[in-house]
């Protein structure tokens, strides 16, 4: 019970302030089963990427961290070829740091964080860490290659984050007054049609 209340608020928060390139939706009106989209980030070889993650909420969430995965194919240090994430808030303590205070919208942002910071420290992939400490520029080739073969938007699937980016992009400039949560960034679009109007 105390996982279905907990989920439909933060669904709720999800979609009325989701983190800054981040969505997240129930699958088939399934509560346990959601998925999630993260836009590569700017500067960073995932830009303009739409990378799908599927999240499996278990029974005693929030005391058991979601098991989250990606179903886009990501060459990642951190990220192995079945879509796995090494990244302590994913696991219980000793190992990991999941608190029942952290919530779904945390974990992708932190997801997000270490999609443009990988931690070569401890990897998941061997060969990619290597390549990522001592051959930067490959390693930033081989992931831009990717990024652009299995995550960048098929013309005519319109997905949910496409969706949304097309919204901000139409959307006037009198439509953006908008309370905005505090630290969070004014959109580039935004800030143009602000300009010009």
């Known amino acids: 019970m105390q996982r279905a209340s907990r989920l439909k608020r933060e669904l709720a928060l999800l ?24 836009l590569g980030g700017a500067d960073t070889p995932y830009e303009k990427g739409i990378f799908n993650l599927e999240i499996v909420v278990p029974e005693r969430y929030p005391f058991e961290p979601p098991k989250i995965r990606f179903l886009t194919p990501i060459y990642h240090p951190n990220i192995d070829s079945a879509g796995r994430i090494c990244l302590d808030v994913l696991k219980l303590p000793p190992k990991g740091a999941w608190r029942p205070s952290l919530n779904i919208s945390t974990l992708l942002s932190s997801i997000q964080l270490l999609m443009a910071e990988p931690n070569p420290d401890d990897p998941l992939m061997a060969d990619i860490s290597s390549e ?30 496409e969706e949304k980016i097309n919204q901000k992009e139409t959307s006037t400039s009198g439509a953006s007054n908008t309370q905005k949560r505090k630290g969070s960034n004014v959109g580039k679009e935004e800030k143009k049609s602000r300009l010009e109007s």
């Open 15 to 38: 979609s009325t302030e989701p983190p800054p390139g981040i969505t997240c939706w129930q699958n088939q009106n399934q509560l346990d089963n959601l998925r999630a989209q993260i």
């Open 132 to 161: 990522y400490k001592y051959n930067k520029q490959l390693f930033l080739r081989n992931a831009r290659e990717w990024t652009q073969k299995h995550a960048s938007p098929q013309p005519g699937a319109c997905k949910p984050l």
